[in-house]
């Protein structure tokens, strides 16, 4: 490439749970600037989580990590042309995009959601995400299935 790679930008962590994970995630949330609209949601979410699911001896932030982690990808496919045919060729995720990817799966299926506030929304993604279902995690089954499906193409890997 002719142009350096962009410094990467240092988050700071946020004012309740002091986690740069937090910060990021609100970040994809936030639109049209709003942060603290943002941040809002995020939280209201997180004591939706925790009302919830009191029963679980987990806390909240415990949960929400957890539901991340059961909507990561660990595969993922590309399209490579190789000789005037289009290929799915199934590539592994890197750390950076995994993380990226979970979150906007998460916020995405949240947003398209039935409920009243983004908050209820968000909540209720974060409980079907940790129970391992909800659409964003099967957003993860479908890109693992398509990646299983195009195996036999892992040789054109770029």
């Known amino acids: 490439m002719r142009k350096t790679k962009p410094k990467k930008r240092i988050l700071l962590p946020d004012p309740k749970f002091h986690d740069v994970e937090v910060t990021r995630f609100v970040n994809n949330l ?6 603290s609209i943002a941040y809002s949601i995020f939280y209201d979410a997180i004591d939706m989580v925790g009302e919830k699911m009191k029963d679980s001896d987990e806390a909240p ?4 990590k957890k539901a991340l982690e059961n909507v990561t990808p660990q595969v993922e496919v ?3 042309r190789v000789g005037g045919a289009n290929f799915q060729v199934p590539i592994e995720v890197r750390p950076e995009r ?4 979970s979150m906007k799966n998460m916020i995405l299926y949240a947003r398209k959601r039935a409920g009243h506030s983004m908050a209820e929304k968000l ?3 974060i409980i079907a995400a940790y129970n391992s279902e909800g659409a964003a995690f ?3 089954e479908e890109m693992h299935r ?13």
């Open 146 to 158: 398509m990646a299983e499906a195009n195996k036999a193409f892992a040789h054109f890997r770029i």
């Open 123 to 125: 909540a209720a993604e």
């Open 30 to 35: 936030m639109l049209q600037g709003k942060k």
């Open 61 to 64: 932030l415990q949960i929400w």
């Open 78 to 80: 590309k399209s490579r």
């Open 138 to 140: 099967k957003r993860k």
């Open 98 to 101: 995994k993380v990226s990817l």
